[in-house]
């Protein structure tokens, strides 16, 4: 696919995405959501040898992208700086978008992608749970959830579109290290950080109290170790897409203070 019409289809994925999700009541009132524009880039580049049409591929990755919207609108419904009733929009908001998930998918009758997707929504809930609760075993199984949290969903549209698997591990590294940027942003400016307070749960439970450097100081950590799994997955990797470079340039800035 050439590079003009790649970034077209990327352009006209988000813009119908933005105009599906669109509710004039619920906006009133509650944030609407950010699109994930990194991981509709990423869909879209698994399926540019498909032998679908531009069209299927568009609903294809909209559905899949609903369905991403509503897990992460249900996550927004932990933060402890919002109404009541702006709790219970959100929750209604993460409904709406999984209903016409659904309906999209249900309309191609893609029933074994639905099941695949159906799967992954069920492990990152488990998974969130690890999060929320601090129920892993250690660091690792941690940062584990993590990464199941931010990719479940790409990484079983990529396999029932039988991508290689050295990409899905580095779609997967690259949405790791893209989420604990944003963590470590979160945490700079003050804002509530998911990550971060289970990552505080853990500690606690050595009787270790963190300060705000320390803090700062093990996410750096944390992304200084991805960006390096990142840059050496990237050397056996010829034709990845030029704004998976640029993106990952632009994350890295938080290394220096970039946040």
Not at 160 to 166: L, N, V
Not at 219 to 235: A, G, H, P, Q, T
Request: proline fraction near 2%; hydrophobic fraction near 40%.
């Amino acid at each position: 696919m050439a590079v003009c019409n790649f970034e077209q289809q990327v352009d006209s994925i988000k813009r119908k995405l933005q105009q599906t999700c669109s509710h004039h009541f619920l906006y009133k009132h509650i944030e609407p959501p950010e699109l994930d524009v990194d991981q509709i880039h990423l869909m879209a580049y698994s399926l540019r040898d498909s032998s679908l049409s531009a069209e299927e591929c568009e609903i294809y990755i909209i559905a899949t992208m609903l369905a991403n919207l509503a897990l992460e609108t249900h996550e927004n419904v932990s933060n402890p700086n919002i109404s009541m009733k702006a709790r219970q929009l959100t929750v209604l908001a993460g409904d709406y978008y999984s209903g016409m998930y659904y309906n999209l998918l249900s309309e191609l009758q893609n029933i074994e992608l639905i099941k695949a997707l159906a799967s992954a929504i069920k492990t990152i809930n488990e998974h969130k749970i690890n999060i929320i609760h601090f129920t892993s075993e250690n660091l690792n199984s941690y940062l584990n959830s993590v990464k199941k949290v931010e990719s479940g969903l790409l990484e079983q549209f990529c396999v029932h579109f039988q991508t290689p698997s050295k990409y899905i591990n580095f779609f997967t590294e690259f949405l790791f290290f893209k989420r604990v940027a944003k963590e470590l942003k979160w945490l700079i400016n003050g804002k509530f950080s998911l990550i971060m307070d289970g990552l505080k749960n853990l500690y606690r439970q050595n009787s270790t109290e963190l300060s705000l450097e320390e803090e700062k100081k093990i996410l750096f950590d944390i992304l200084n170790e991805s960006k390096k799994k990142l840059d050496d997955m990237m050397k056996d990797m010829k034709f990845l897409p030029s704004f998976v470079h640029m993106r990952i340039d632009e994350l890295a800035g938080s290394l220096n203070g970039g946040c």
